[in-house]
Nanobody
Framework: VQLQASGGGLVQTGGSLRVSCAAS????????VAWFRQAPGKEREFVAA????????YSGDSVKGRFTISRDNAKNTVYLQMNSLKPEDTAVYYC????????????????????WGQGTKVTVSS
């Protein structure tokens, strides 16, 4: 499967942005998907994950209550809705996917995902 992240941009503190991850070349509904981010000079950080059927979603502590992950398997797309953005949310956001048989599987660890998008840059100005 190929993943294409889009929707990044420049937004002011407190604003909102939605980034998308569009998949092609596979049966999207069998993939668990996650968003990670990496800020300059920092390690990659787990942001959010959604199970293959979309039945469960999980968020990292730093974005809990502000970011929401969702998916539309009919459109082969996963979304990350980001609200109440802060300057510390500035990073390149990557989507990642793994084909998995379990409907409950997800992981906060990047090495558990097999496919990665190219990233989309989000900049939050103070």
């Amino acid at each position: 499967v190929q993943l294409q992240a889009s929707g990044g941009g420049l937004v002011q503190t407190g604003g909102s942005l939605r980034v998308s991850c569009a998949a092609s070349g596979g049966t999207f509904s069998i993939y668990a998907v996650a968003w990670f981010r990496q800020a300059p000079g920092k390690e990659r950080e787990f942001v959010a994950a959604v199970t293959r059927g979309g039945g469960s979603a999980y968020s990292g502590d730093s974005v809990k209550g502000r970011f929401t992950i969702s998916r539309d398997n009919a459109k082969n797309t996963v979304y990350l809705q980001m609200n109440s953005l802060k300057p510390e949310d500035t990073a390149v956001y990557y989507c990642a996917a793994r084909s998995i048989s379990s409907s409950r599987w997800y992981s906060t660890l990047g090495y558990n995902y097999d496919y990665w998008g190219q990233g989309t840059k989000v900049t939050v100005s103070s």
